[in-house]
């Protein structure tokens, strides 16, 4: 099955700072890698995906990179503003079929005033 | 917006008793999951179905049921809770995308103690 590490577990940066979480992923089958944000208190909820046909994507602030031959994809933030604090976390899977979603172990992303 | 929705926030229970958790999702969607969040561990899966009383193991089964009578409805079962078993447990249904996405919506959660 799925196995996906996540990089840091926590992370403190200054407001306007860049922010980068790491995930690797083990299964060469994967093609789909959704980004969850959650606040605290909240439920996660999906921020940013990517399938493996894109090397890269951006919504405003947040892009998401990955490497297929490295089985590694990032999560970047820039410009971060307080708001952005919580925790997130990375999942991969086939989409093909019907699969479970196998999540990262989360990183706790602190943003500093 | 798709609405999932978990019977109880805040449970305490006592160990050895059998504790039903409920989910309930209202857009029709095939594929429920169960997690539970500790912390350092992130999201654990128990179990997922993908079909009206069809049920998969997830990566942490041990000591958990579930069932799934209904497409709407996804309940876990802890026949005889202990204390390890305290901890966040999270619902969620998914919707898959033509287009390859699958788009996960979480329930607000039910935060179970076991003294």
New interface residues.
């Given amino acids: 099955g799925e196995n996906v590490e996540q990089h840091p577990s926590t992370l403190s940066v200054q407001e306007g700072d860049s922010a980068v979480i790491k995930c690797t992923y083990s299964d060469s089958a994967s093609n789909y890698f959704p980004w969850y944000k959650q606040e605290l208190g909240k439920r996660p909820q999906l921020i940013i995906d990517i399938r493996s046909n894109v090397g890269e994507k951006k919504d405003q602030r947040i892009a998401v990179t990955l490497n297929k031959t490295a089985k590694h994809f990032s999560l970047h933030i820039t410009e971060t503003q307080p708001e952005d604090s919580a925790v997130y976390f990375c999942a991969a899977l086939n989409s093909g079929g019907y699969q479970k979603v196998t999540f990262g172990t989360g990183t706790k992303l602190q943003v500093i005033p | 917006d798709v609405k999932v929705t978990q019977s109880s926030r805040y449970l305490v229970k006592r160990t050895g008793e059998k504790v039903f958790l409920e989910c309930v999702q209202d857009m029709d969607h095939?594929?429920m999951?169960w997690?539970r969040q500790d912390p350092?561990?992130?999201?654990?899966?128990i179990y997922?179905s993908?079909d009206v009383k069809m049920k998969?193991k997830?990566?942490i089964p041990e000591g958990y049921s579930v069932s799934r009578e209904k497409k709407e409805r996804f309940s876990l079962i802890l026949e005889s809770a202990s204390t390890n078993q305290t901890s966040m447990y999270?619902c969620?249904s998914?919707l898959?995308h033509s287009s390859?996405?699958?788009?996960?919506t979480?329930?607000?959660?039910s935060r179970l103690t076991v003294l």
């Avoid at chain 2, 390859?100 to 996960?104: F, H, K, T």
């Fill in positions: 095939e594929n999951f997690y350092g561990l992130g999201l654990r899966l997922f993908y998969e997830g990566d999270l969620a998914r898959m390859g996405a699958n788009v996960l979480f329930g607000a959660g």
